[in-house]
């Protein structure tokens, strides 16, 4: 449903004050103009550049200011008999820090009931003073979707050539959801400017780019697929097929997330990494950290919009790394509640979206996590990482061997309780410091050594209540001790 027609429900039903959360205040200025022109309503705008206008013009000289306070008051002179009158107050959330514009409006949202004047604030976030809760209506200026991205691109794209076929366009789209009318006109002309032809590459870049600027959304997109990470095959099968599975055209099948549990170097980040890549999706990694506001409200509305740009970028990947240190304020009383509100809004999201977003939560430690959090339907399965077994260490020291040039004849160290990033990290080691990797490995103490204990306890608590990333199942400490105490044999080398 579109701004528009969602606006000309609630101005027919009489709601005189409604707020309009939009970043693009110019598009969203035209719906409600041609709303007001369809309905024969009167129609005016104000901001403190201009004061008050209207599309004819017809602003008298007495409330012409550009003062908020009369802004409110000229309210009145809108009212006709015969029909209905819409103020727009464009980034009026300046001025409600005035005890004297809040009870003007408050006064003008009561009487606009007789006289049908409607006001509109619009602003790019939602800051109601405690006054006007209750009596303001709030609609968001919802991001275009493709079918709208596909009309702005073809009327960027004139001349012929210039707008790839059907299967490429379609990529564009993809690479173009979730960004605001003007930034898709951007990308799109930059594209043009760069090819000659809009291209999907230009789009990611402008994207990338707008991404950084929130602060609480970056972008990866990595040439690393499953080929470049070792193990898991268990967890790599169940992903891969949940989102490679034919279209499934009903949203009750969709694919939701999983859970991924380990001892810190596992590969839980790098396989979310490569599975973007792997099933042809941008992954979108979540900084809950950076969700944090020093404003009363900052942190759930960053919150709430950093969601709504996930589930506008679908479909995709939203990666939330060790979760359990971002909500680390949950039940706590340091924060006044705002990591719970935050961790609630996301337990809300996660629950409730409809849109095609697979989520991927890492975690070190679940038990620091409520329990409501991993319950069924919130993802598709709890995954438990282990310390690799004897032939995924096997396929991992060839797989870095390679990439840092080591000849495969060199002697593997003793690599008992070493995880992943371990054996990457000798392997890096011996290319830097030109030495063999018997030798790189004395310069790496595993994670299993300096924190044994508590690894010990997350096995115990992942036995028998997640799955095995490893082998299909239930993981279970005991198989598992079992497959890390097989060896390989391996013949000395003469070097």
């Not at 602060?215 to 490679?244: I, M, P, V, W």
């Not at 991992?396 to 070493?418: F, H, K």
């Amino acid at each position: 449903m579109t701004l528009k027609t969602r606006l000309a429900e609630y101005v027919r039903a009489c709601f005189t004050g409604i707020w309009i959360e939009s970043h693009e205040h110019q598009d969203a200025i035209a719906e409600v103009a041609n709303l007001c022109r369809e309905q024969s309503w009167r129609f005016a705008v104000w901001n403190i550049e201009t004061g008050l206008s209207g599309p004819d013009q017809a602003t008298t000289p007495a409330h012409g200011t550009n003062d908020p306070l009369s802004a409110v008051r000229a309210a009145g002179v809108l009212a006709s008999p015969a029909g209905t009158a819409i103020l727009v107050l464009e980034n009026f959330h300046r001025f409600l820090s005035s005890a004297e514009i809040v009870q003007a409006l408050l006064r003008q949202v009561l009487t606009g009931k007789q006289n049908r004047v409607i006001l509109v604030v619009l602003a790019p976030i939602v800051q109601l003073p405690i006054e006007l809760e209750k009596l303001f209506m709030v609609l968001e200026h919802d991001l275009p979707g493709r079918e709208e991205l596909e009309q702005i691109a073809r009327g960027i794209a004139t001349e012929e050539g210039e707008l790839p076929g059907t299967t490429e366009l379609q990529a564009v789209l993809d690479a173009a959801a979730g960004l605001t009318r003007t930034e898709a006109e951007n990308a799109f002309s930059l594209s043009l400017v760069r090819n000659n032809r809009i291209t999907a590459d230009a789009v990611w870049d402008l994207k990338t780019q707008g991404l950084k600027k929130s602060g609480t959304l970056s972008l990866y997109q990595g040439k690393e697929d499953f080929n470049s990470l070792g193990g898991l095959a268990a967890l790599k099968a169940f992903c891969k097929r949940a989102l490679l599975k034919p279209a499934r055209g009903n949203t009750l099948k969709r694919p939701r997330g999983v859970m991924l549990l380990s001892p810190p170097g596992c590969g839980k980040s790098q396989f979310c990494k490569a599975l973007g890549k792997e099933v042809g999706r941008p992954v979108l990694q979540l900084d809950i950290g950076s969700l944090m506001g020093s404003l009363v409200g900052q942190s759930e509305e960053r919150t709430r919009q950093a969601l709504r740009v996930i589930d506008a970028m679908a479909p995709c990947i939203a990666m939330l790394d060790e979760v359990e240190k971002g909500f680390s304020g949950i039940g706590g009383s340091g924060d006044s509640g705002v990591s719970s509100r935050m961790f609630g809004a996301f337990l809300s999201w996660l629950n409730d979206h409809e849109s095609d977003v697979f989520v991927v939560c890492t975690s070190n430690d679940i038990s620091k996590l409520p329990p409501e959090f991993s319950r069924s339907e919130r993802f598709d399965g709890i995954f438990f990482l282990d310390l690799p077994s004897r032939e995924e260490k096997d396929a991992i020291w060839s797989l870095y061997r390679q990439l840092y040039g080591i000849d495969a004849s060199q002697r593997q160290p003793d690599d008992t309780d070493w995880t992943g990033a371990e054996i990457k990290s000798c392997c890096r080691l011996a290319a830097l410091l030109d030495v063999s990797l018997v030798h790189a490995s004395q310069n790496v103490v595993p994670v299993a050594v300096t924190s044994a204990e508590s690894i010990q306890r997350l096995r115990q608590w992942a036995s028998g209540r997640c799955l095995s990333a490893s082998t299909p199942g239930i993981y279970s400490t005991t198989v598992a001790e079992t497959k890390n105490r097989r060896r390989v044999s391996r013949e000395p080398s003469t070097n």
